[in-house]
Structure formats: structure tokens, C-alpha cells
């Protein structure tokens, strides 16, 4: 499968969710947010910079479940349009 290249749009947005992630952990080491959510640190470290501008569903589910966050509060501040 030949996956599309990202639009600007898109590599925005994911570039949004990083920083909302990160903001939103705070203090909190990433390597502890990262096992709490059963993701590696890794995976987050790549989501937060943007260099994976569209993480799996179920991997943001996951780490918003720990940083306390709602998926609709995710996607009203993530989204390309206001929703």
C-alpha cells in the first residue's frame, strides 16, 4: 500500500496534537506518559515533535486516557476546520 503524502494541513495539525500532548504533560517525564499509555517513549517523542503527524487512533486514545484529556477536547483543538 502506497500511502499519500501528507498536505501542509495535515503536518499542521499533527504538529498541534504534539504540542497539546505536551503541554498537557507537564512535568511528567515522557518515559513515564509513554509506559502509563503502553506506547514507547519513542513513539511519543515522534508524535510531540511532529515527525509522526498521524499516530494510530487507538496510540492518541491511549495517551489522552493518561494526560487526562477528552478526544473531543482533542479534536476541537486539533482540527483543520472549528468543529
Known amino acids: 500500500m502506497v500511502r499519500n503524502p501528507l498536505t501542509p494541513e495535515e503536518r499542521e495539525r499533527g504538529e ?16 513515564d506518559v509513554a509506559a ?23 496510540t492518541v486514545a491511549a495517551l489522552a486516557n493518561v494526560l487526562d484529556l477528552s478526544m473531543d477536547e482533542l479534536v ?8
Open 16 to 31: 498541534r496534537l504534539g504540542r497539546l500532548l505536551r503541554e498537557a504533560r507537564g512535568g511528567r517525564t515522557m518515559a
Open 36 to 58: 502509563e499509555a503502553g506506547v514507547s517513549a519513542e513513539t511519543l517523542r515522534k508524535i510531540e515533535t511532529g515527525r509522526a503527524p498521524t499516530p494510530a487512533f487507538f
Open 76 to 83: 476541537a483543538r486539533c482540527a483543520l476546520v472549528p468543529v
